[in-house]
C-alpha cells in the first residue's frame, strides 16, 4: 500500500473562523471539541481542550481525502491522557481506514505526544475514550492532505463531473447505468456519483443487491460503492464494497446515500440495487409484516420482486401467466374455427363409413416348395465327410485290380469332395438327417461292385486298408458329424478296422460282409429318417 509524505507542513495551530466544505466528520457533533475543515486539511480537539476532558465520553473522528490522495496527522505537544498499561482506560485509537473494523495503527496515552502518523489511503478513523476517572487536558490534532505516491503518475486529478440523483417511493432501483443513460459522465472519466434515497417520515430503507461486479476487485483506491446512513458525511458511512461480494444493507434512518467512485480506468464496475421503504411493527391495515421486524407496502406483494429480507411477499402467490394466442381470438375467429373443425369431423366419419361397406377380399399363399429344414427343432451344423488316400508306390497301379480300386476311390473322392463344397451332403430337399442316409446309400451302391468302402452300422469305419501281393494301400475315411443321431451311431462303431486282401480266398467273403452290412444300414438309417 502507498505511504503517504508531508511536503511542508509545520506545527502552527490557528483557530480559523470560517468553514471549507470537507467531507470530513465527528460523532457526535457538537460535544467533541472543535472541529475545523480546510481545503487542504484542518484540525480537531478533545472536549473543552486545553481544559480538562469530561469522563464518560467517546468520540470519533473520521477524516476523509480527496479521491488519489492520502492524510498525514499530527499531535500537538502539548498532549496529557490518562496513562494506564496498554492504554486499557483513557485512550486514542487510530485506523487506517473509516471504519472502526479497519487495519489499526496504534493506540496512545499518557504524558507523550504519539509520533507522526501517515495514512495507506483516503481515510483515518480516530477514536477518543475517556472513563469516569482521572480526566486530564486531552489533545488536539492537524490533518494534511497530500498526494499519494501510488498515483504519483497519473498525476493530479482533473474535475469530476457533477453526478448526483435523488429517489424517493415505496420501492425503486438504483442503478450505475443512470450515469451514461442520463449523459452524466463520459465513459472515459472518472466518476464520484450519489443516490440520495428520501423514505416517508419515520421510516427505514432496505436495500438488496441484485447485480454486482468491481472492474478492479479488491482495489478500492480505484472503485467501490459506499452505503451511508443518515446522509453523504464520512461519519454516516455504514458500508463500503470493493471486493467481489456486497450484502444487503439495512438502514436506521429514512435517508439513505448510495456512492460510486470508479476512476477512468475502473468505469466498468456496475451494480444494481433495489430500495424498499418501510416501518417498525406494529403494522397498518394497508402494510404487509415481512416477518422480519418489516411493514411494507401492500402494493408490493405478489409483484414479482421479493421487497421482504425473506421472500415472505412472494410465497402462495398465483403466477401471472403470459397472455397467449387464445386469449387475442374474438368470437369471428372463434366461429371460423369451430365450422372448420366440424367439417373435418364429417369428412371422417363418411370416409369410416364408406372404408367399413367396401367387400373385402381374402388372400390364400400357396407355397409347393415347402422346406421341412425350417420347423427342424433345433440347428444342427452340416456334416462334412473328408476322404484321404494315402498312396502307396506308383508299381502297384500296374496290378488290374488296385487300378480298378483306385478308379472307384476316385470317383467316391470326387462326389465327398461335392459334399463339402455344397456343405451338405444328401439331396436338397432332404433334412440333415438324410444327407447321412444318403451318403449311406451311396457306399452300399459302390461296395457290391468290389469298392473298398466298409460300413458299419450305417457309418464309414475311420480306417479302411486293402492288401496286395505287390504292396498295401490304405483309404482313411473320415467323418465328423455333429448332430446327435450321428454321434451315437459313430459312438457304437468307433475304433473298427476292415482290412481288404487281394488274396482269392479272403477277399469275396470280406465284401460279401461288406454288402449284407450296409444294406441292412441303409434301411435302418432310411426308416429312422422317415
Not at 375467429?333 to 367439417?343: D, E, R, Y
Not at 369431423?345 to 407355397?367: D, E, F, M, N, V
Not at 473320415?478 to 487281394?502: I, L, P, T
Amino acid at each position: 500500500m502507498g505511504i503517504c509524505y508531508t511536503q511542508g507542513t509545520d506545527m502552527v495551530h490557528k483557530f480559523l473562523l470560517h468553514t471549507v466544505k470537507n467531507n470530513s466528520g465527528v460523532t457526535p457533533a457538537g460535544l467533541c471539541g472543535t472541529w475545523i475543515k480546510e481545503p487542504d486539511g484542518g484540525y480537531f480537539t478533545s472536549p473543552n481542550y486545553p481544559e480538562k476532558y469530561p469522563p464518560e465520553r467517546e468520540c470519533i473522528y473520521i477524516i476523509e481525502a480527496s479521491p488519489r490522495q492520502c492524510i498525514d496527522l499530527f499531535f500537538n505537544e502539548k498532549y496529557s491522557i490518562e496513562p494506564s498499561w496498554d492504554c486499557k482506560f483513557d485512550h486514542i485509537e487510530v485506523r487506517d481506514g473509516p471504519f472502526g473494523f479497519s487495519p489499526i495503527i496504534g493506540r496512545y496515552c499518557g504524558q507523550e505526544s504519539p509520533a507522526y502518523v501517515r495514512s495507506s489511503g483516503r481515510y483515518l478513523y480516530i477514536k477518543f475514550v475517556a472513563d469516569g476517572e482521572l480526566e486530564a487536558i486531552g489533545f488536539s490534532a492537524r490533518y494534511n492532505f497530500t498526494q499519494d505516491p501510488e498515483f504519483k503518475e497519473l498525476g493530479v486529478l482533473p474535475a469530476l463531473p457533477y453526478c448526483e440523483f435523488e429517489l424517493s417511493g415505496s420501492e425503486g432501483f438504483v442503478e450505475s447505468t443512470q450515469i451514461a443513460k442520463e449523459t452524466r459522465a463520459l465513459q472515459t472519466e472518472a466518476v464520484d456519483c450519489r443516490w440520495t434515497i428520501k423514505a416517508p417520515p419515520k421510516s427505514k430503507i432496505y436495500l438488496r443487491f441484485l447485480e454486482y461486479e468491481m472492474h478492479n476487485s479488491n482495489e478500492c483506491k480505484r472503485n467501490f460503492v459506499g452505503i451511508y446512513d443518515g446522509s453523504s458525511s464520512v461519519e454516516h458511512l455504514k458500508n463500503k464494497f470493493c471486493s467481489t461480494v456486497a450484502n444487503d444493507v439495512m438502514l436506521v434512518s429514512s435517508v439513505g446515500v448510495v456512492r460510486l467512485w470508479a476512476d477512468e480506468g475502473s468505469r466498468k464496475s456496475r451494480f444494481r440495487i433495489l430500495f424498499t421503504t418501510f416501518h417498525a411493527p406494529p403494522c397498518e391495515e394497508n402494510t404487509f409484516f415481512c416477518h422480519s421486524n418489516m411493514c411494507i407496502n401492500n402494493t408490493l406483494v405478489c409483484n414479482g420482486i421479493q421487497n421482504c429480507v425473506y421472500p415472505w411477499d412472494e410465497n402462495h402467490c398465483k403466477e401471472k401467466r403470459k397472455a397467449s394466442i387464445l386469449d387475442t381470438l374474438d368470437n369471428t375467429n372463434l366461429t371460423i374455427i369451430g365450422v372448420t373443425c366440424g367439417l373435418v369431423i364429417i369428412l371422417l366419419i363418411i370416409s369410416g363409413i364408406i372404408q367399413a361397406k367396401q367387400p373385402r377380399k381374402k388372400y390364400i399363399i400357396r407355397r409347393d416348395d415347402f422346406d421341412p429344414d425350417v420347423f427342424h427343432p433345433g440347428f444342427e451344423p452340416p456334416h462334412y465327410e473328408l476322404c484321404t488316400l494315402r498312396r502307396a508306390p506308383s508299381t502297384d497301379l500296374a496290378d488290374p485290380n488296385m487300378a480298378d480300386d483306385f478308379d472307384k476311390f476316385y470317383k467316391l473322392r470326387r462326389s465327398e469332395s461335392k459334399c463339402i463344397r455344397e456343405h451338405h451332403c444328401g439331396s436338397q430337399h432332404g433334412s440333415v438327417h438324410g444327407s447321412r442316409s444318403n451318403l449311406s446309400m451311396r457306399d452300399a451302391t459302390i461296395a457290391p461292385d468290389g469298392g473298398p468302402q466298409a460300413m458299419v452300422g450305417g457309418q464309414q469305419s475311420p480306417h479302411l486298408s486293402h492288401t496286395t501281393p505287390t504292396g498295401r494301400r490304405s483309404i482313411v475315411v473320415m467323418k465328423h458329424s455333429y448332430s446327435q443321431d450321428g454321434a451315437e451311431g459313430y459312438g457304437r462303431h468307433d475304433e473298427e478296422d476292415y482290412v481288404v486282401d487281394n488274396g482269392p480266398n479272403t477277399s469275396q467273403h470280406h465284401m460279401h460282409q461288406q454288402v449284407h452290412h450296409g444294406v441292412s444300414s441303409v434301411h435302418r438309417t432310411l426308416s429312422n429318417d422317415f
